[in-house]
């Protein structure tokens, strides 16, 4: 296993001022009343099983750009904070309403990405430690028999195929009282998981086949305004503006004209903002698959033409997303800068926090050393640094500068928790 990096903790680019110091500060004022409203919204609406954020500070505004109800990277999280994580699931399963022994983690079908299978191997380490039995039920068409797989850290992961009998599911003859998919379900929801007895999390419908980024961040808008109104502050600071339209085909070109409207709408909004708040950048927007993860599907755009003088290779990028899944819909989101680096050469960072039930658990940082920071960092290439966002995200320390590391960190798990809350409410709308 990797050692945890010598650099403990990032380096902004500039030291933040003006209005986001000042959230940063009511922050930290209004923690006790912040906790407090945090435990009243998950007793109305519980949280997700697991949830990570990918979060862009740009030393003038702080926002979530992207919430992944099925994460992967657990390989990634700091290990010396697995007792967080553990305690997490436990509190998790208990207020999940039903009685659980068994657990069966339903992962990606790509069994090349080791990466990935370190991930969920951690995941299963975790769950087992927190008093759990678990076994990993692959729906790999065609598996017939149970694959075991040697990872680079010295973990074995054994996949054994899945089966159903009536309302069941099961591997073998373990019969999981619990179904944890760690799946995206990107192609679709897998039948043999349709109309289970079992209680399945997240809920099937969570998946990008029928998932909308759109969605979920009109979730969060509606989250960032009260939180705004609670500390007396302008929403903009922490919420990334977003519009969408009907249906896109890049590679044909069609809907490109609704498409480049929305982008001069937006662009003259943020536009606007940038010069209330005396922001010198170029405002920009990210254009994104409205469904669908692993940083595919991705554009960043400065004007309107940007999408009309798209080659063919640009193009063929933006029409599919993961497993082959066409592009039809795309979300157009305020781009947000980073102004995180990370070590002496000040690679370009961004950082990722990830969730148990309503618990902050662990955290890294994805860095890119080819990226700009009005880029996309989920991309090839990109490395991640573990931090240990135990105590930075749990503890801050108000005898010290709001912008400290530690105080720093706890705003990045107040905004994830945000988030989190809005997928949160995302599923309950599910019914």
Known sequence: MSTIPAYPAPGPAMSLSGPLLEVEKRILERMADIEAGFRCHWRKTPAPFYASVDLRNAGFKIAPVDTNLFPAGFNNLNPDYEPLCIQAVQQAVALSGVTVDRILIVPENHTRNLFYLESVAVLQEIIERAGFAVRIGSIIPGLETSMRIELKSGRTILLEPLQRNGDEVHVGDFRPDLVLLNNDMSAGIPAILEEIKQTVTPALQLGWSHRLKSVHFGHYQQVASEFAQQLDIDPWLIDPMFRNCGEVDFMAGSGISCLTRNI???????????????????????????????????????????????????????????????????????????????????????????????????????????????????????????????DCCIAPDKHQDPDAHPNRFYTYGVIARLALLAAARERASLG
Do not use: C
Not at 285 to 297: F, I, S
């Open 264 to 390: 001069e709408t937006l662009l003259t909004a943020i536009r606007k903002k940038y010069e209330e708040y005396q922001v010198s950048q170029e405002p920009f927007v990210m254009v994104k698959a409205d469904a669908g993860t692993y940083g595919m599907g991705v554009m960043t755009v400065h004007r309107p033409d940007d999408v009309i003088e798209l080659n063919r290779k640009q193009r063929t990028r933006m029409a599919t997303t993961k497993e082959g899944q066409k592009i039809t819909r795309v979300i157009i989101q305020e781009g947000v800068y980073t102004r995180e680096t990370w070590g002496e050469q000040n690679f370009v960072a961004e950082p990722v926090i990830y969730m148990i039930g309503q618990s902050v658990v662990g955290g890294f940082y994805r860095v890119h050393s080819q990226r700009a920071i009005n880029e996309n960092l989920n991309s090839p290439g990109m490395r991640f640094e573990r931090l240990a966002f135990d």
